[in-house]
């Protein structure tokens, strides 16, 4: 049984839950959490390594058909994209903007 | 109710909700989900699903990471492979909504009030939302919140309905590279937000160390990244502390 079962069924209970659990989970250890806490400092601190490393997963092991992409043209992309984000006074439009332009263009000159 | 608060809140909730929206749109993480979210609809729509089940599940999950693996395994691993998939790469919400809590609760804040802004947190909302909520009288708080995550959820929504109406023809490149916008716009706003010591290393840490577990295959990477990197950081802050 994997793709019988109802998909909207299939969101809910394999979807939803296992994702969502996780914010129940945090609602309940943040509640007892004080705001100027040397605890709360630790869990920021996991909190925020856990995003970059979100960041250089996408990166370097890519979802779907992002792999096809060269990992150097991804990283080029990643890098070129910062390096603007600093040059155009810490502008994120900016750094995305390049970055994306760097990807596509890398993409579509490795493709010919 | 209103008359046993203490002292009525300077601007009423639906105009903090409204500030919140108005956050959203403003904000690069709007545009970058938008073609985020237009690449992974062109993805539900290479693996048959419907538009209305691709916006059940963006509203739903609201987690690109988790919304892929769905989207990609769910026809042909099977269901228990797929909800620990999915299990494991949402795992990051524990840390993010327990950091995000004490930020966001005033002193009587109901249990039931954190529910929406915990549904909304994704990484996008949780990054402008730390940065933004210390500036908020503390009873505006949740009410911003939420109208930020709803800003930001409904250009993923958008983007959905985008993605299928363009799939047919969007050339796959494009749909390929639109799923890079997130990492950028995460990097980014991260460097714009991490102020301190701990934070700055915290993020650098996670870059670094996060590739390394993967890379070894390690089971739940993302979370010992989370740990181990974090728990470093906040070593030295404290060493650093303790040597003032």
Known sequence: ?112 | MSSSQPRPPSQPASASFLNGLLAAFKSVFFYVLLGNYIGISALAYEFGFSLTWMVFCTVLIWAAPAQVILISTLTTATLLEVALAVGLSSARFLPMVAALIPTLKAEHTRQTHLLLPSHLTAISVWVEGMRMLPQLPREQRISFYNGLGTGLLSAAVLGSLIGYALAARLPPVLATTLLFFTPMAILMSSARNNQTLIDRLAFGLGLVVGPLLAAQKVKLDLMWTGFIAGTAAYAVHRLREAMR
């Open chain 1, 1 to 112: 049984m994997s793709f019988a079962m109802e998909p909207y069924l299939a969101l809910l209970l394999i979807g939803f839950l296992p994702s969502e659990a996780w914010r129940w989970l945090g609602m309940l250890v943040g509640r007892g959490l004080d705001e100027n806490s040397e605890i709360i400092l630790w869990v920021r601190a996991v909190a925020t390594a856990l995003v970059a490393a979100v960041v250089a997963r996408i990166t370097l092991f890519p979802p779907g058909a992002l792999a096809a992409v060269p990992v150097e043209v991804r990283l080029a992309a990643l890098g070129l994209g910062f390096l603007a984000f600093v040059i155009f006074r810490r502008s994120a439009f900016a750094g995305v903007i390049v970055g994306e332009a760097v990807l596509i263009g890398g993409a579509a000159a490795l493709a010919q």
